[in-house]
């Protein structure tokens, strides 16, 4: 009976995997971008998401941007709320999509909106290269983090381990 047990969680976790992963990645991604604008767009003021233009439309962008991170963290606890019906939530391969996707958010927001399409800097300061060096830092340390979490997932799911879903 053990052994059945165990093929039955083997298996949920095998078939939910890749949903345990994009749930986690749309869950960070959501929570970062939930941060990001509470923080540094509203509390200290430092930029809004567009400040290429008035202080009224850069509001407007952060209320897009509020609406936006606000739609993929419900988005990303919705198919957490499913996997948990269906006894397959694999806590570390979720942990490591939450790191992964805030942490990919995080690098896009510093190369892409900051330096390349230059929609905002993170502080409008002379020595803007600390911030940038940070921010993007700190979104390495975290995909790192995320992949590696991932990785030991795919090791275990290829070890024929990590049967248990909320567990392991």
């Known amino acids: 009976m053990e052994k059945a047990t165990n093929d039955t ?3 949920s976790t095998n078939k939910y995997s890749k949903r345990n992963l994009w749930s986690g ?11 990001d604008e509470m923080v540094f ?9 567009y400040d290429r233009a008035t202080t009224d439309i850069g509001l407007i962008s952060d209320g897009l941007f509020h609406a936006f991170s606000w739609f993929a963290t419900i988005g990303g606890l919705f198919m957490f709320a ?7 939530v694999w806590l570390k391969r979720w942990w490591g999509g939450v ?6 958010f995080q690098l896009y927001d510093g190369i892409v909106q900051h330096k390349l399409m230059r929609l905002h800097q993170i502080r409008y300061v ?15 340390i975290l995909i790192i ?9 795919n ?13 392991a």
Not at 83 to 88: S, Y
């Open 9 to 11: 969680k083997l298996y």
């Open 25 to 35: 990645i749309l869950f960070g991604l959501g929570l970062i971008a939930f941060f």
């Open 41 to 49: 767009h509203q509390l200290l003021r430092w930029h809004h998401f």
């Open 82 to 88: 499913d996997l948990r019906r269906r006894n397959a």
């Open 99 to 104: 790191f992964l996707g805030a942490g990919v």
């Open 126 to 140: 002379d020595n803007v290269i600390v911030y940038d060096l940070v921010w993007n830092i700190g979104a390495i």
């Open 145 to 153: 983090i995320g992949a590696l979490l991932i990785q030991k997932t």
């Open 155 to 167: 090791q275990s799911k290829d070890e024929g381990g990590a049967a248990s879903n909320e567990h």
